[in-house]
């Protein structure tokens, strides 16, 4: 691959950018990037993230992205959706893609950044749809009422413009907008869950104190991050109300 000089005699290819809540932050080959409490990106005020959780570096020429934290995991996925990672605690990925988002959270807030490498080794291909316009996770599909559930869950994040961070809508919450009872939201919660955990998902089952509150945050990152749901899914929120109000 050529590398592509910038000013100063700077490669291109020696460099990425990490986006943040409209801010632009340069990652130079050599330099070690930290995603945290502390760090080049610090999220100061947020108790529930690790004070170092993710780091980016150049290491043998591949920039590595790398999970340095010792609870929490965060979602990875290419522009296009095609490619999701579940990056676990003490894990490593290289970020081969042009765009690159990664999506976490801690305690009830969700985080987005995105990486844009200047010359990445992979490039995007045409993405092409599924024919009926269903939504599927793998070979599990959503019934309308399951993807308006997973729209009221994720609407603050899809309401933000570009990568920061939300915070997400308690089940009672969700179930008020969509003007359900939360017995039926609950129920189409457990029944997305237990889909998603049946075909290998990670995060949709957890312990009997923190299984409520991680799987509703780990339902949004990964259906954001796989496109499930998307800014123009909003419209079905005030419908399904509109709907809920008739009955």
């Not at 990106?41 to 010792?70: K, M, P, Y």
């Not at 990664?102 to 080794?121: K, M």
């Not at 024919?131 to 996770?137: N, R, V």
Request: some cysteine.
């Amino acid at each position: 691959m050529r590398a592509v000089t910038g000013p100063g005699g700077t490669s291109r290819a020696d460099r990425v950018t990490v986006e943040f809540a409209g801010e632009l932050f340069p990652v130079a080959a050599g330099d070690v990037f930290t995603v945290g409490r502390e760090g080049d990106l610090a999220i100061e005020d947020n108790l529930f993230l690790h004070r170092h959780f993710l780091t980016i570096q150049c290491v043998d020429g591949l920039w590595i992205l790398s999970n340095v934290g010792s609870r929490l995991a965060a979602t990875v996925t290419d522009s296009g959706s095609r490619v999701q990672a579940w990056l676990a605690p003490g894990a490593r990925l290289p970020l081969v893609f042009e765009t690159t988002t990664v999506i976490f959270s801690a305690g009830p807030t969700t985080y987005e950044l995105v990486v844009h490498a200047a010359e990445p080794a992979f490039r995007d291909m045409v993405r092409f749809d599924d024919d009926a316009g269903q939504s599927t996770i793998g070979e599990v599909p959503l019934t309308p009422s399951q993807k308006v559930m997973i729209v009221a869950l994720a609407e603050p994040v899809l309401r933000r413009e570009g990568a920061g961070m939300s915070e997400l809508p308690t089940s009672a919450q969700a179930a008020e907008r969509l003007g359900w009872t939360l017995t039926r939201f609950n129920r189409k919660l457990d029944n997305v869950c237990d889909k998603l955990d049946r075909i290998g998902v990670p995060g949709m089952r957890g312990g009997v104190r923190s299984y409520a509150t991680n799987r509703r945050v780990r339902l949004v990152e990964h259906a954001i991050a796989a496109r499930l749901v998307t800014r123009l899914d909003l419209a079905l929120l005030d419908a399904e109300a509109a709907a809920s109000e008739d009955d």
